[in-house]
């Protein structure tokens, strides 16, 4: 592990620049780099060990999918075998209620 020093350039990833530049560090915590400057545009934050924040649109399927599989699962794990006998119209009036409408 080297030895950091306030000043020393290290390669982090730049929110600003949206890549990967030099940086001098601003500040460190038990011998690792807290806060650094991007060289390129001088904006301060956090060290990101040079990894890329996760995009927006990548956060928002992962959450999509998540409440995928929660409205799956408690079908799959009630168990209740579906009746045939007054089924239908209270899945027609279960899909209207998640479609936002009257049935």
């Not at 940086?23 to 650094?36: G, Q």
């Not at 075998?81 to 007054?86: F, Q, T």
Request: proline residues 8%.
């Amino acid at each position: 592990m080297p030895d950091f020093r306030l000043g020393d350039v290290i390669d982090d990833h730049c929110i600003k620049c949206r890549r990967v530049t030099n940086h001098a560090i601003v500040s460190l915590v038990n011998a690792e780099p807290a806060k650094v400057r991007c060289r390129t545009c001088y904006h301060d934050h956090d060290y990101r060990h040079e990894q890329a924040p996760p995009s927006k649109k990548d956060l928002k399927k992962a959450e999509l999918f998540k409440e995928v599989l929660a409205a799956a699962a408690p079908a799959a794990v009630a168990g209740d075998p579906p009746s045939d006998s007054d089924g239908a119209p209270a899945k027609a009036a279960k899909k209207a209620a998640t479609r936002g409408k009257k049935a």
